[in-house]
């Protein structure tokens, strides 16, 4: 929608008075529908609408997809100090970028929990809590052999499940999908850490470029805790590219991330290959055919999703970047704290 005719919209409901959100969430519903038959979550569409529009549009788009309403929209503007017409040019850019936006593969809905599943929060919660302190402590060898401890949880987590299923004797089941954010700068050099994270934990990513996501396709057991040790794992390269330094070219910093998600995909990988190994010795030979049937249920799914895919090569071009990068990854003791 050219500007003229965004103009054009956004005046016609600031005429209406105080009556403008009445028409603007009812359009706003039948667009969020539209999107969504398409294959787009509202998550996605708020993510879309900070990555295309910035931060104020986030905010709206949060608000609305919570509260689809009036209320929301009045005071959407009054927190943000807009005016009528301003306030109803936000909608109208908000529902442009939306209605716009072309079909994408729609995510398979995750299954139900199946019995025994219950230790799967009490699993994810030690992982949560070595992250936090991982994140929070001032000593980098500290805060990666705690980031190795939780990928040695998560390995055992998922285990375990494939474990249960095949004493069960039921095969592995569906894996689901979601979504997950990566965001700029250095896309490339984040989406390629998320596929390091996946790949050890048993999981299989899809970048989209264009849209700033990257879909990882998984065991329920395993998505969450992908999401969780991906974000952690960028604030701490984030904290170890800007230690002892202010000023860092693009590319020191992009061959920086390059190397570092490379070198975790090692390590994450090895600390993972430990875990089966050991847990092979003592389960015996059934464990080993269950986490194969699990692997290639996930595999098969990522095809299903996604039949065309392209791999992209990602290259450093600063040396000193590439050195630190992969020395912060090297810091990590995978044997844990």
């Not at 306030?87 to 109208?92: D, H, N």
């Not at 095949?166 to 896309?187: H, L």
């Not at 992009?254 to 993972?272: H, K, M, N």
């Amino acid at each position: 929608m050219e500007e003229n005719a965004k103009d054009a919209a956004a005046s016609e409901w600031a005429a209406l008075g105080p009556s403008w959100t009445r028409a603007a969430a009812k359009a706003y519903a039948q667009v969020v529908k539209e999107a969504v038959g398409r294959g787009w979550t509202e998550e996605d569409l708020a993510r879309m609408a900070t990555r295309e529009l910035g931060e104020p549009f986030h905010r709206l788009a949060v608000a609305m997809a919570a509260a689809p309403g009036r209320r929301t929209l009045d005071k959407f503007a009054a927190e943000e100090r807009l005016d009528r017409f301003s306030a109803a040019r936000a909608v109208v850019d908000l529902l442009g970028l939306y209605s716009a936006l072309p079909p994408i593969t729609a995510l398979t809905v995750p299954p139900p929990s199946t019995p025994g599943e219950g230790s799967g929060g009490k699993a994810l919660a030690r992982i949560r809590a070595l992250l936090a302190k991982a994140e929070s402590t001032g000593f980098p060898e500290e805060a990666e052999a705690l980031s190795a401890k939780a990928q040695q949880l998560m390995a055992r987590h998922s285990i375990d499940a494939a474990a249960l299923a095949a004493a069960n004797g039921a095969g592995p089941d569906a894996p689901a999908a979601r979504r997950i954010g990566v965001d700029r700068p250095y896309e490339g050099a984040k989406a390629l850490l998320l596929d390091a994270v996946a790949a050890a934990n048993r999981c299989e990513s899809v970048w989209s470029a264009e849209f700033g996501f990257s879909t990882v396709v998984g065991h329920r057991s395993d998505l969450e805790a992908v999401e969780v040790l991906f974000t952690s794992l960028l604030v701490q390269a984030d904290r170890a590219l800007h230690r002892g330094r202010t000023s860092r070219s693009r590319d020191f910093r992009e061959s920086f991330l390059i190397s570092y998600a490379a070198r975790v995909g090692e390590r994450l990988t090895a600390a993972t290959e430990a875990e089966v190994a050991e847990a092979a010795r003592a389960a015996g030979p059934e464990l080993l055919p269950a986490l194969a049937a699990r692997d290639l249920a996930v595999r098969d799914t990522t095809r299903r999703l996604f039949p065309r895919t392209t791999a992209t090569r990602l290259k450093g071009r600063d040396a000193d970047g590439w050195r630190d990068g992969r020395t912060a990854a090297d810091r990590a003791r995978l044997e844990g704290p």
